[in-house]
């Protein structure tokens, strides 16, 4: 006849229900799906020229702080938090440098605009991100996008035209798809300005 050690038995059992309860609590339970938001190129007034020369768009950098695809979210001059589960399709000084290079393609200005350029260009414009989030005060949203733009000759050190700019876009709700579209409108506003700006500095 076998004697059973309750004493270790029940301990062994529980230990065993915890981690089913818990297998069941992780597996089971139903799980948000991740949700991922890209910058799109709006419509805006383009610059009349004729096309001349190459230009290469450098990736832009980016303030350390949304070297991420999280998208930013702040609810006073003191946080800085992220969504978990509303995510930037890639980085934000990936697609910022996309987005500029499809507008400097769409403006005509250049017969050649490349990201990674085969040969050496003529024209270089690069940028800096310094800010790319969603702030929440009370019951008002908004987006904010802060960015310098920079166009030099390639040959030379000193940019023909440098300007930083920065907005706010009124969100209608608080929800990552209206900061998308929120922030797509400011750099169309930039870009719409930074093509004048291009057209001009590269005719003096």
Same mark, same amino acid.
């Given at each position: 006849?076998?004697?059973? %050690?309750?004493? =270790?038995?029940? #301990?062994?059992?529980?230990?065993?229900?915890?981690?089913?309860?818990?297998?069941?609590?992780?597996?089971?339970?139903?799980?948000? !799906?991740?949700?991922?938001?890209?910058?799109? &190129?709006?419509?805006?007034?383009? !610059?009349?020229?004729?096309?001349?020369?190459?230009?290469?768009? =450098?990736?832009?950098?980016?303030? #350390?702080?949304?070297? =991420?695809?999280?998208?930013?979210?702040? *609810?006073?001059?003191? +946080?800085?938090?992220?969504? %978990?589960? %509303?995510?930037?399709?890639?980085? !934000?000084?990936?697609?910022?440098?996309?987005?500029?290079?499809?507008?400097?393609?769409?403006? @005509?200005?250049? *017969?050649?605009?490349?990201?990674? @350029?085969?040969?050496?260009?003529?024209?270089?414009?690069?940028?800096?991100?310094?800010?790319?989030?969603? &702030? +929440?005060? @009370?019951?008002?949203?908004?987006?904010?996008?802060?960015?310098?733009?920079?166009?030099?000759?390639?040959?030379?050190?000193? #940019?023909?035209?440098?300007?930083?700019?920065? %907005?706010?876009?009124? $969100?209608?709700?608080?929800? #990552? =798809?209206?900061?998308?579209?929120?922030?797509?409108? $400011?750099?169309?506003?930039? $870009? *719409? +300005?930074?093509?004048?700006?291009?057209? *001009?500095?590269?005719?003096?």
């Amino acid at each position: 006849m076998k004697v059973f %050690d309750l004493a =270790r038995i029940i #301990p062994a059992a529980a230990i065993l229900l915890t981690a089913m309860t818990m297998t069941a609590c992780i597996g089971g339970a139903s799980s948000e !799906p991740t949700r991922y938001y890209t910058l799109a &190129v709006e419509k805006i007034s383009m !610059p009349e020229a004729s096309a001349k020369g190459k230009v290469q768009v =450098r990736k832009f950098t980016i303030d #350390p702080a949304y070297q =991420r695809a999280n998208i930013v979210y702040r *609810e006073s001059a003191y +946080d800085f938090m992220f969504y %978990d589960l %509303d995510l930037w399709a890639s980085r !934000p000084d990936h697609m910022v440098t996309q987005v500029v290079a499809e507008y400097l393609q769409k403006s @005509g200005l250049f *017969e050649t605009v490349e990201i990674k @350029g085969s040969s050496k260009p003529e024209f270089e414009v690069s940028g800096n991100i310094a800010a790319i989030e969603e &702030v +929440d005060e @009370g019951s008002s949203q908004y987006a904010r996008l802060a960015i310098e733009i920079s166009f030099r000759k390639v040959d030379s050190e000193v #940019p023909l035209f440098e300007k930083r700019y920065e %907005d706010k876009e009124t $969100m209608d709700k608080r929800e #990552p =798809r209206f900061m998308a579209e929120a922030t797509s409108k $400011m750099l169309a506003r930039f $870009m *719409e +300005d930074a093509l004048k700006e291009v057209e *001009e500095a590269r005719t003096k």
